[in-house]
C-alpha cells in the first residue's frame, strides 16, 4: 500500500518478468479495495452496537445464550479483517443472533464474492498491462531503431553538405548563422563549431557586402520569395578574387517558429574564366574571320538554310550587308532565280558530302562587277546529320588583272626582238599600266653618253599608235635623274617640277615614271619611261611591271648592240676569208702544174722494163702518191668552194676494194718505218663495189689513216669495213682501230665512217 505519482493512496501488486527484465505491476485505490470492508465493518459496528444494546438489555436474560454466537461471530470478524475470507460465522438458531449470523455470512460472502471479482480485474488489468507494456517495448525499440535512423541521416546530411564544394548556411533575421556546411566556414578560415553564432559584421568583410547580405536575407525572410544571384564578385572571402552564384529562400528550422533565409553559393570563378576565355576565343576568332581576305559566310540547314555567320567581307559577294542578312534566308534577300541557284549549289554540296568547288562567275552591275569563285562544304553533327554549311567566296579580279597583265607582259617581252620588240614592249607596258605615253630610249651616241649625252627613242607609244623617232637632250627632262642610274616617280604637277620640259608638257603630261635600262656590266644604256595625263597613284606594283620590262629591254638593247659589233665583225671576217679562199685557188693552180709534171715522168717511167721490181714498186708508190697529193690540192680547191657556198658531191659507182688496197700499199710504208704492224679487215658481206663520192670517202679514210699512224708509237692500226642493213639501205662501215703496246693498256677506236647506198643499186651492181 503506498501513494501512486498523483499523490493517491493505492493497492499495488506486481509481478516480475525476468525474461523482458520488467515488472509487470497493478494498481487498486484503497477506497475502492477497502469499501467493501468498511461496509463490512459499519455493519459489524452497528451490529455491535446493536449487540451491546441487545446485550445490555439481555445480558441478564441470556448471558450464557447469546455470549456464544457473540464471540464467534466476533471471532469470525476478526478473521475476516486479518483478510481470511473463508471464515464464516456460526449458526445455531433461528434466534436474532441466527439471524446475525446469517446476514454476518452473507457479509461475508460478499466480500469473498467480491474479492474473487477483485482478482479477475486484476488479472485482467494485468493482462492488459502486459499487452500494453509488450505495444510500449515495440513502440520502444522502434523509437530507438528510428533515433539511430535519425542520427545516421543527420550525419550523412552533415558529411554531404560538408563535402559539398557549395556554401552552404541559414541565417537569422540579425544575419547570425544558423547553419552552416565546411566549404562555408573555410571560406573564413574558420570550422564550422567557429562559425555558428558568427554574424557577418563579426568577420573581416567590408561594410558595403554586410549591409548587402543583411538586405537580401531580410527580404527573403520579409516576402518569403526566393531570390537568384546570378553572379557576384566577392573579394573578402579568399586571397583571390572569386565569383559566386546565390541561390536564397526562406525556411524554418524545426525548432523555431520563425523563418530564417538558406543560402547556396555557388562557385562560378572557373566558369567565369573559362567564359572569359570563350569570350576572348571568339572575339579572337571573329577578329580572324571577319579581317581574312575572303567572304566567309554559313547557313543553318535545319532552319529553312537561314544565315547564321557572315564576315564583313561578304557585303560585295553576298549582295547585302551582315546586319540584314542575318536570319534570313536566300529568298528574303535576293531575287528569286539568283536565290533558287545558290539553294541548288546548297543541296549539291549536301549529296556530294565533301568540299564542293564552285566555278569562277562574274557578280555585280558593269562598273562594280567582280570575278568570284568560291567552296561550299557540309558541317555534320555527332550523329552525322548534316547541320551547316559552310562556304568560302574569293574575289579574284585582281589575280585575273594580274594574269591579264602577266599574259601582256609575257607577250610584250618574250617572242619579238629588235625594234619589233620596243615597239611590242611599249605598247603593252602602257596597257598594263593603263597609261597613255610610254617610251624606250638609248644614247644617240654611246661614246658621248657620259659628257654630252643625246638621247633617241627606239619606240614611242602615243596611246593608240607609234610615234616618230626623235632625239634630244635629257636636260631639264626627267629623264636626266633616270639616266644617273636611279628610278624617278614624279606623281603629279609635271609642269612645276619641269617648267622647261616643253616636249613633255606640249604633248599634256602630268606625271611621270622612269628606271634606267643597265648593260649587264652594270653601265647605263639608256632608260624606259611611261607618262599620263592626269595623277598617277604610287603602287608598288607599277614599278615591279616597268622594272621586269626595263630588264628585258635592257637585255634586248645590249643584244642588239651585241650583234651590230659581231655583225661588223663578221663582214670583217668574211672579208679575209674571201680572201684567203682567193689565195688557195692561186696557190693550187700553182701546185697542181708541177704535181701534173711528176706524175707524167712517173708514168713514163713505169714503161721502162729495165727497171727491177723493187724500182717499179717504188715507181707505183710515186705514182699513187702523186695522184693522192693532186686529190689533195682538188679537195683545197672543193673547201675554197665549200667556203663560197658552191661544194657538189659527185656520186659514182666504183670498186671499194681497189681504194682500201690502194690505201694500205700507200700507208704501209709508213708503218713500217714506225714499226706498226697495219692490216685491213674486210667483212665477208662488204659489197666490191658502192655508190658515193670516191673523192671524198677516200680523203676522210686517208685523214684517219693518217692520224692513226701520226699519234700510234708502237702496237697495231687496224681498218676494218663491213656492211649493216636498215630500213633506208645497206650502209657500209668502216672502222679505225689503234692498239697500243702492253706499256699503255689502253684502246682507241677512231669515228667510223658510212658510206649509203641503195639496196636497188647493190643489187645492180
Avoid at 380 to 395: F, M, N, P, R, W
Wanted: charged share 25%; with cysteine.
Amino acid at each position: 500500500m503506498y501513494r501512486n505519482y498523483r499523490g493517491v493512496e493505492v493497492i499495488g501488486v506486481y509481478r516480475w518478468l525476468k525474461n523482458h527484465d520488467l515488472a509487470l505491476l497493478a494498481e487498486m485505490t484503497t477506497q475502492e479495495a477497502f469499501t467493501p470492508a468498511r461496509q463490512l465493518a459499519q455493519t459489524i459496528f452497528v451490529t455491535g452496537l446493536s449487540l451491546a444494546g441487545l446485550l445490555a438489555i439481555g445480558v441478564h436474560y441470556g448471558t450464557k445464550r447469546i455470549a456464544r454466537p457473540i464471540l464467534a461471530i466476533t471471532h469470525t470478524a476478526t478473521q475476516v479483517a486479518a483478510g481470511d475470507l473463508t471464515s464464516t460465522a456460526p449458526v445455531s438458531s433461528d434466534n436474532e443472533i441466527g439471524t446475525l449470523g446469517r446476514v454476518f455470512n452473507q457479509m461475508i460472502e460478499q466480500l469473498r464474492t467480491l474479492y474473487s471479482n477483485l482478482e479477475a480485474k486484476v488479472e485482467e488489468r494485468t493482462l492488459a498491462l502486459k499487452q500494453l507494456n509488450d505495444q510500449l517495448q515495440v513502440e520502444v525499440i522502434d523509437r530507438k531503431r528510428a533515433e539511430e535512423t535519425l542520427q545516421q541521416q543527420q550525419e550523412f546530411l552533415r558529411a554531404v553538405i560538408d563535402t559539398d564544394p557549395n556554401l552552404i548556411f541559414v541565417k537569422d533575421w540579425q544575419g547570425c548563422y544558423l547553419l552552416a556546411n565546411q566549404a562555408m566556414a573555410n571560406s573564413y578560415g574558420l570550422t564550422v563549431e567557429e562559425l555558428i553564432g558568427q554574424r557577418d559584421c563579426d568577420l573581416d568583410l567590408p561594410i558595403e557586402a554586410v549591409e548587402q547580405f543583411l538586405q537580401q536575407n531580410r527580404r527573403v525572410i520579409e516576402t518569403q520569395e526566393e531570390i537568384f544571384i546570378a553572379e557576384e564578385a566577392i573579394v573578402a572571402l579568399t586571397t583571390r578574387d572569386e565569383w559566386l552564384q546565390w541561390q536564397k529562400r526562406p525556411i524554418r528550422l524545426p525548432s523555431s517558429e520563425t523563418y530564417s533565409v538558406l543560402g547556396i553559393g555557388v562557385r562560378i570563378t572557373e566558369r567565369k574564366r573559362l567564359e572569359e576565355e570563350l569570350r576572348q576565343s571568339q572575339q579572337f576568332l571573329d577578329s580572324i574571320i571577319s579581317s581574312i581576305p575572303l567572304a566567309l559566310f554559313a547557313k543553318d540547314v535545319r532552319n529553312e538554310f537561314r544565315y547564321v555567320l557572315i564576315n564583313n567581307n561578304c557585303e560585295k559577294v553576298l549582295g547585302f550587308s551582315r546586319d540584314r542578312g542575318m536570319g534570313h534566308k536566300d529568298d528574303e534577300l535576293l531575287p528569286q532565280a539568283q536565290a533558287d541557284y545558290h539553294l541548288q549549289e546548297d543541296l549539291a554540296a549536301i549529296e556530294h558530302g565533301t568540299m564542293l568547288e564552285l566555278p569562277e562567275h562574274w557578280i555585280g552591275e558593269s562598273q562594280d562587277k567582280i570575278l568570284v569563285r568560291g567552296w561550299k562544304m557540309p558541317l555534320y553533327d555527332a550523329q552525322g546529320e548534316t547541320t551547316h554549311i559552310l562556304a568560302v567566296s574569293e574575289d579574284v579580279t585582281d589575280r585575273r588583272h594580274r594574269e591579264q597583265a602577266l599574259r601582256l607582259i609575257v607577250e610584250g617581252t618574250a617572242a619579238t626582238t629588235g625594234d619589233e620588240f620596243f615597239h611590242s614592249c611599249v605598247r603593252y607596258l602602257a596597257e598594263v599600266l593603263q597609261v597613255r605615253y610610254a617610251f624606250v630610249t638609248t644614247f644617240a651616241d654611246q661614246a658621248a653618253s657620259e659628257s654630252s649625252p643625246i638621247v633617241r627613242t627606239l619606240s614611242f607609244w602615243q596611246g593608240e599608235s607609234w610615234g616618230k623617232n626623235f632625239e634630244c637632250s635629257p636636260e631639264n627632262l626627267p629623264c636626266a635623274i633616270v639616266l644617273t642610274g636611279k628610278l624617278y616617280y614624279l606623281p603629279e604637277d609635271l609642269e612645276t617640277a619641269f617648267p622647261d620640259a616643253n616636249e613633255l608638257l606640249a604633248i599634256g603630261a602630268e606625271s611621270y615614271l622612269g628606271v634606267p635600262l643597265l648593260h649587264s656590266s652594270g653601265s647605263i644604256l639608256g632608260h624606259l619611261a611611261v607618262m599620263d595625263t592626269q595623277p598617277m597613284q604610287y603602287d608598288p606594283g607599277r614599278e615591279l611591271i616597268l622594272k621586269i620590262f626595263a630588264g628585258r629591254a635592257g637585255a634586248e638593247l645590249e643584244r642588239k648592240q651585241a650583234e651590230d659589233s659581231l655583225m661588223v665583225a663578221k663582214e670583217a671576217a668574211e672579208a679575209a676569208n674571201r680572201a684567203k679562199s682567193i689565195f688557195l685557188a692561186n696557190m693550187s693552180h700553182e701546185l697542181r702544174t708541177p704535181l701534173n709534171a711528176i706524175l707524167g715522168f712517173a708514168q713514163l717511167m713505169e714503161r721502162d722494163a729495165t727497171l727491177s721490181p723493187t724500182q717499179q714498186e717504188a715507181l707505183s708508190t710515186i705514182n699513187h702518191s702523186g695522184k693522192h697529193l693532186l686529190n689533195l690540192i682538188n679537195d683545197v680547191l672543193e673547201m675554197s668552194k665549200i667556203e663560197a657556198g658552191r661544194i657538189i658531191l659527185s656520186v659514182e659507182t666504183f670498186d671499194l676494194y681497189r681504194l682500201l688496197q690502194t690505201l694500205q700499199e700507200m700507208f704501209q710504208a709508213r708503218a713500217q718505218a714506225k714499226q706498226l704492224l697495219l692490216h685491213f679487215e674486210l667483212a665477208n658481206n662488204l659489197p666490191q663495189y658502192v655508190r658515193t663520192d670516191e673523192g671524198k670517202l677516200r680523203q676522210v679514210l686517208i685523214n684517219l689513216l693518217g692520224n692513226a699512224v701520226k699519234f700510234t708509237q708502237h702496237g697495231s692500226v687496224a681498218l676494218r669495213a663491213l656492211q649493216t642493213e636498215t630500213k633506208q639501205g645497206t650502209i657500209a662501215h668502216t672502222n679505225c682501230d689503234r692498239r697500243h703496246g702492253l706499256r699503255h693498256r689502253t684502246r682507241r677506236h677512231c669515228s667510223p665512217i658510212s658510206t649509203f647506198y641503195p639496196n636497188h643499186v647493190r643489187s645492180a651492181i
